[in-house]
């Protein structure tokens, strides 16, 4: 299995980003159980931004985000959004992309994207 994410790029303050994660090499049989977007800033610690367990039917934010980020999927696409809204300097940061997911093959697995880079200037 393989996320790729994408979306990433330099927007001023106030704009507007949307990031994609694709999952693929699936398989027929799979279920995504998990997933979450994570950030991590120059000389900071990787954070979760935003994460989605299907069962739960609801997301969670950390508190810095929101109201202005959202995170989405679609299942038939196998591709998860993370929607940024009135994106701020303090955004800046690379994005990545996690999934739990479950496959015939390996079982309940934890799936990292490569990440994107989002800027925001002030």
């Known amino acids: 299995v393989q996320l790729q994410a994408s979306g990433g790029g330099l927007v001023q303050a106030g704009g507007s980003l949307m990031l994609s994660c694709a999952a693929s090499?699936?398989?027929?049989?799979?279920?995504?159980?998990?997933m979450a977007w994570y950030r991590q800033a120059p000389g900071e610690q990787r954070e979760l931004v935003a994460r989605?367990?299907?069962?739960?039917?609801?997301?969670n934010y950390t508190d810095s985000v929101k109201g202005r980020l959202t995170i989405s999927r679609d299942k038939a696409a196998n591709t998860m959004y993370l929607q940024m809204n009135n994106l701020q300097p303090e955004d800046t940061a690379v994005y990545y992309c996690?999934?739990?997911?479950?496959?015939?093959?390996?079982?309940?697995?934890?799936?990292w994207g490569q990440g994107t880079l989002v800027t925001v200037s002030s």
């Open positions: 996690n999934a739990n997911i479950w496959t015939l093959e390996r079982g309940s697995v934890y799936y």
């Open positions: 090499g699936t398989g027929s049989f799979f279920c995504i159980n998990i």
């Open positions: 989605k367990v299907e069962s739960w039917g609801y997301a």
